[in-house]
Every structure is written in structure tokens, then in C-alpha cells.
């Protein structure tokens, strides 16, 4: 924390060693990359409804869920499809179903490409 002169509030900045942090690992020519999760919005209760972000050029593949007592975690992956052609750099964005072999209740949601929570939409039954 350290403060600026003629600024009351502090101002906060993360110290991280450089050799800690590293570039963003490239997508292997003809590999699967995760998809993110947006957020869940309305579905019966025992069927997550997914928007989801992928690539103008990427073929996505899944849903797939992974179950427990107290979470579930979904996975999807995008494939990138342009076969080496020029491609937009645009967002996409989707939906999809994913039945669970239970009612979600208060189970905690995990996105698997990023290990975060997928926020819940306001529309959720």
C-alpha cells in the first residue's frame, strides 16, 4: 500500500517477483482450449442453462459436469477451426444445457477452465 500526494484514499498494488509471472500459454495448432463460463440463467432444477464466450472461428465441444455433495464443476473446450486462415477477433456467445443427476440446490457452480464460481443470473429458478 503507499499513498500519492494530493490523494486521500491509498492506492494498493500487488507485488509479484517478474520471474513469477509468465505469458499466457499458446493454444497447440489443432488442441482444445477451455471455454469460459459466463453465467447460469434460467433452467429446470436439475439442468444448468450455460452462456458461454468462445472464438468466431472455434468449434466448441461439451458440456460436460463433474458432481459432488457440494459443487459442480463444468467443462466445455473450443477447438480453433480456421485451419491456419485469418480469423476476426470477435466474442461469440452461446448457450447450453447440461442435465445433472440431481437438482443444483445451494451447490457452488466451479467454471473448470478458471477454477472461479459462475455467477448465478438474475433469472435463475
Do not use: W
Not at 509471472?21 to 433452467?43: N, S
Not at 432444477?45 to 465441444?61: K, M, N, S, W
Not at 486462415?85 to 456467445?93: E, G, M, R, S, V
Amino acid at each position: 500500500m503507499f499513498t500519492v500526494e494530493g490523494v486521500e484514499q491509498k492506492k494498493v498494488h500487488v507485488a509479484v517477483d517478474p520471474s513469477a509471472v509468465t505469458a499466457r500459454p499458446e493454444r497447440i495448432q489443432g488442441g482444445f482450449e477451455e471455454v469460459m463460463a459466463f453465467d447460469l440463467v434460467a433452467g429446470k432444477p436439475d439442468e444448468l442453462l450455460i452462456r458461454y464466450g468462445f472464438g468466431a472461428c472455434d468449434t466448441v465441444h461439451g458440456p460436460r459436469a463433474y458432481e459432488t455433495d457440494q459443487l459442480v464443476v463444468i467443462d466445455m473446450d473450443e477447438e480453433d477451426s480456421s485451419s491456419g486462415k485469418p480469423c476476426p477477433a470477435i466474442l461469440k456467445t452461446a448457450t447450453t444445457t447440461v442435465t445433472l443427476t440431481r437438482p443444483l440446490g445451494d451447490r457452488l457452480v466451479l467454471d473448470s477452465g478458471t477454477g472461479l464460481p459462475v455467477l448465478r443470473g438474475l433469472n435463475r429458478r
